[in-house]
């Protein structure tokens, strides 16, 4: 096949893009796409049809006035539908389809921006430069860089941006060991929880002897909570399949896997698309480059198994397995797939792979802090005025986080209460929970172990006032019992029992004993299982029990729920004021605990009354009340 | 065809999809997954087959068949309502849509598929659109910022949708 040339192709590209008056990037992620970008979509290039004008999509490139992509998710999912047009970079947010005839004749046409579909900032005027909004502004987008600007169905769009320039070089003019120095030269670091050193990594399977070894790319993302790899496997998979050729390069690696989650359909399907554009433009198959170099990647779908993400367990679920996880050493370094050596890392470690070789491994470690290097991508998510996807350097404080960035926290009545959260939940079920004393604190690997929670995939949940930590404890707890795979009886047995010790302190069956069986039991599931997930599964109840512990007491010692979220400590009242005496609460009461009579407002008995709830569904005037 | 009533199965569907994967045992999981997208579920029988046919034994196939959550071993209802309860959502207070649901189509933990064999209600772990949470999944088409109020008319939209086709 004939080797492909990079700078031909970018340049072809450029020329085709001159004849374009403008680009208009429509968010085309799960978040904008279930709010409507489609139909706004259809509405442009109708709207453009009916004025005689036209414009063209990806791929087909044909003569056209405007030239039209659906990007990736750009992060910004509360305020979508998304959409950008260029050369003038104007942000519009919450774009309806009645918008898009507005937009195509005062932008377009006229190249005037409509300040009504602006972002707003605090003084509530419209900002016409997205850079200037906060949410963009105090991010880093390396690894996420073109993730939402370009067709992530194009790979023409990938090469014009610089995209394969590192995998050519690095196959056609590097050396193995080059390539892992370069790695362990820029400090990065797994991002999929673990942190190990990538270049370590890949040095200890370059070392290994065998003609076969394996590539793999971790894209089993289960923690809820997390979105990251989903975004850059929809919105730049190109990226990721770039990262795997020179994890090839470096280990010697012959053939590539990507395993990804089921629930992703979307990723899947982009991936795919772009694999048969790599093999069409020889970047995969024999000879890539024009070099003797062969690597191909295929995809595996997962079937729905948290604790797939766990290497030896992903393994385990590729050999056509159970996916249970294996003692290690040995490490899939020596014996992985099929007994090869193999390298995983997880999509967004090589997503960021590229970026590091083409701004050059010396200025990405700028980035970050002493021991963590570069940049990482969180999912913001919880009671945050802002939801989304972001990236910023190691080193970042939660306040620059929650407050810059996410616009500060939302109490349950909708009002912006700023930075007062009640606690962040970081690195989902494995985590821990980070309070307001931790505002400021630089965020990377070192700290956050050092107080017990930990990066993991990048999940973050804020969380407001009014919520009940015990509660919080008991979902993760939930999740891990759920996905704990039943091999060592510590994390299957362990997780099991203390979901029923929260149990008990949520109904109030608790007793004095039951916080200090909690905290050993935890201990001991930490210690003795064998895998990541029971080892990390207590974090949540140790994270929460070290920060909120009155409230555990709250619970078990005095019955009583702070926040007024466990049903067991509350008690149904009739609000007199409200109360029209018609009677009905009492006829539907089952355990006749509802007393009262024409004219006066109704009681209830708080002794017979077994909180079954059937007074407050029977009740039209919204009378009765549980507190 | 009513739901519970049992199919005339040939394996012809079940040996093209082997031959796909050259009798491959370690593509277990492919194989599994490609007869589920026929059959929407994993028939017993086929299950043996697949062992038989792989040269491994039916306790190999069933204990993946029921490790993984992907894969079911009862049929499904016609529309799949998947509330997702991440830890976005679950903040969010995604337990109120469950609620709600299995309300409304007398449906409880144990029991995932209506009778008329017209609904199933599965929880998801996290859908990974935590920017629109709560989120639910109606045949594969996402929903966002969802109240107990929105939840509820999408479900009389799709039951008034059936009742129509059936007059």
Not at chain 1, 209 to 223: L, T
Not at chain 1, 605 to 624: L, N, P, S, T
Not at chain 2, 107 to 123: A, V
Request: proline share 4%; with cysteine; charged share 20%.
């Amino acid at each position: 096949m004939n080797k492909i040339d990079l700078a031909n192709h970018q340049k072809q590209f450029r020329e085709v893009m001159e004849q374009y008056n403008a680009r208009i990037v429509i968010c085309g992620g799960t978040g904008c796409m279930a709010n409507g970008a489609g139909e706004i979509i259809e509405a442009f290039h109708r709207i453009l049809e009916e004025k005689g004008l036209k414009a063209a999509v990806a791929i087909a490139k044909e003569p056209a006035d405007y030239y039209m992509v659906k990007s990736g998710c750009q992060g910004f999912c509360q305020m979508g539908p998304l959409v950008t047009i260029y050369p003038q970079e104007v942000l519009y947010v919450k774009v309806k389809e009645c918008d898009v005839e507005e937009i195509i004749e005062k932008t377009l046409v006229g190249g005037e921006i409509i300040d009504r579909l602006l972002y707003r900032d605090e003084e509530d005027k419209g900002v016409s430069d997205m850079h200037h909004i906060p949410f963009y502004s105090k991010q880093k987008r390396t690894a996420l860089k073109l993730c939402g600007f370009i067709d992530a169905e194009d790979i023409d769009e990938y090469i014009a941006n610089g995209g394969y320039t590192s995998s050519e070089n690095a196959v056609l003019s590097m050396t193995p060991e080059e390539v892992c120095q370069s790695m362990l030269e820029s400090g990065l670091r797994g991002r999929g929880g673990g942190g190990f050193p990538t270049g370590k990594k890949w040095d200890l399977t370059r070392i290994q002897k065998s003609d076969i070894k394996y590539v793999i790319c971790n894209g089993d993302e289960g923690d809820p909570g997390a979105f990251m790899d989903r975004c850059i496997m929809e919105g730049n998979p190109h990226s990721v399949i770039e990262g795997m050729i020179i994890a090839a390069k470096a280990i010697g690696g012959t053939e590539g896997y990507i395993y990804v989650r089921t629930e992703y359909p979307l990723a899947v399907e982009r991936l795919k698309t772009a694999l048969k554009h790599a093999r069409e433009n020889n970047i995969l198959g024999k000879g890539i480059f024009g070099s003797s170099m062969d690597f191909d990647i295929h995809i595996m779908e997962g079937a729905g198994a948290f604790v797939c993400g766990e290497e030896t367990a992903l393994i385990a679920s590729m050999e056509g397995r159970r996916g249970m996880p294996k003692p290690k050493p040995p490490f899939p370094a020596q014996n992985g797939l099929f007994g090869k050596p193999t390298v995983i890392n997880n999509v967004e470690t090589l997503a960021s792979v590229p970026v590091i070789l083409s701004m050059g491994p010396g200025k990405y470690a700028t980035m970050g802090t002493a021991g963590s290097k570069g940049t990482k991508t969180f999912a913001l998510t919880g009671n945050v005025a802002h939801t989304g996807l972001i990236e910023v350097p190691f080193g970042s404080t939660l306040r620059e986080i929650v407050v810059d960035i996410g616009g500060g926290v939302i109490d349950n009545d909708g009002n912006n209460v700023g930075p007062d959260f009640k606690a962040v939940q970081i690195g989902g079920p494995s985590g821990g929970c980070l309070t307001q004393e931790h505002l400021d604190m630089p965020l990377d690997y070192e700290t956050l172990t050092a107080i017990g929670a930990m990066v993991g995939s990048g999940g973050l949940v804020v969380m407001n006032q009014q919520t009940c930590m015990v509660q919080i404890a008991r979902f993760f707890m939930q999740f891990t019992q759920n996905e704990s795979c039943g091999k060592c009886v510590v994390c299957r047995e362990g997780t099991r029992q203390m979901l029923n010790l929260l149990d008990d302190i949520i109904q109030g069956e608790a007793t004095e004993d039951t916080l200090a069986l909690l905290e050993e039991l935890a201990h001991t599931v930490k210690i003795g299982s064998l895998c990541g997930l029971g080892k990390t599964a207590p974090n949540p109840i140790l994270s929460t029990l070290r920060y909120f512990r009155k409230e555990y007491e709250d619970h078990v010692l005095r019955h009583h729920c702070p926040v007024g979220v466990c049903k067991a400590f509350l008690s149904y009242k009739v609000v007199s004021s409200l109360c029209k005496s018609c009677g009905l609460c009492a006829k539907k009461c089952p355990v006749n605990a509802i007393s009262g009579e024409k004219g006066v407002p109704y009681v209830i008995d708080g002794e017979r009354c077994i909180q079954c709830g059937a007074c407050m569904d029977a009740c039209k005037f919204h009378a009765v009340v549980l507190g | 065809m009513a739901m519970n009533e049992q199919p005339i199965r040939s394996f012809d569907m079940v040996c093209e999809i082997l031959d796909r994967y050259h009798k491959d045992s370690t593509k277990l999981i492919p194989i599994l997954q490609d007869i589920q997208d026929q059959y929407s579920y994993l028939p017993e029988d086929i299950m043996t087959f697949v062992s038989t046919a792989l040269g491994i034994s039916s306790s190999t196939v069933y204990g993946v068949a029921t490790f993984y959550a992907h894969f079911t071993l009862a049929p499904k209802g016609k529309h799949i309502i998947k509330v997702c309860d991440g830890t976005a959502c679950h903040v969010k207070k995604s337990d109120l849509l469950l609620d709600v649901i299995e309300k409304e189509l007398a449906l409880d933990k144990n029991k995932k598929t209506t009778d008329d064999g017209l609904f199933t209600l599965e929880t998801v772990a996290c859908l990974g659109a935590c920017g629109l949470a709560p989120v639910l999944v109606i045949d594969d088409k996402v929903h966002g910022l969802m109240t107990p109020e929105t939840t509820l008319a999408l479900i009389h939209q799709i039951k008034e949708a059936e009742k129509n086709e059936q007059n």
